[in-house]
Nanobody
Framework: QVQLVESGGGSVQPGGSLRLSCVAS????????MSWFRQWPGREPEAVAH????????RYYAQLEGRFTITRDNARNAVFLQMDNLIVQDSAVYIC???????????????????RGQGTRVTVSS
């Protein structure tokens, strides 16, 4: 049974930090690009960051590089998102997703993800 289980969300004040984790099971993790998406109410999930199977290629969206850092640990079948200097607009449900490594690295939309987690909620407020 395939599972992507996120954790690490919660409430934090502006300027704070959170580290999200996503643990995968039921598929060959090393053969997949991993991504974090985030979703606001009533909207489709938007990409936050992607990391390829070997961590050699990483891409961030919405000028998040510098505040967010995506990493993965293939030995633990896990992908992480370190979020620093959080702002109110970062409040969302954060969801990890897996795209097969044969997917075009330059085009990894939510709809093409083979596996998706349920998400973990992040709330940034004072």
């Amino acid at each position: 049974q395939v599972q992507l289980v996120e954790s690490g969300g919660g409430s934090v004040q502006p300027g704070g930090s959170l580290r999200l984790s996503c643990v995968a099971s039921g598929f060959n993790f090393k053969n997949y690009y991993m991504s974090w998406f985030r979703q606001w109410p009533g909207r489709e999930p938007e990409a936050v960051a992607h990391i390829d199977a070997t961590s050699n290629n990483i891409r961030y969206y919405a000028q998040l590089e510098g505040r967010f850092t995506i990493t993965r640990d293939n030995a633990r079948n896990a992908v992480f998102l370190q979020m620093d200097n959080l702002i109110v607009q970062d409040s969302a449900v954060y969801i990890c997703a897996a795209h097969p490594a044969q997917t075009n690295w330059h085009y990894l939309p939510w709809t093409a993800a083979e596996y998706r987690g349920q998400g973990t909620r992040v709330t940034v407020s004072s």
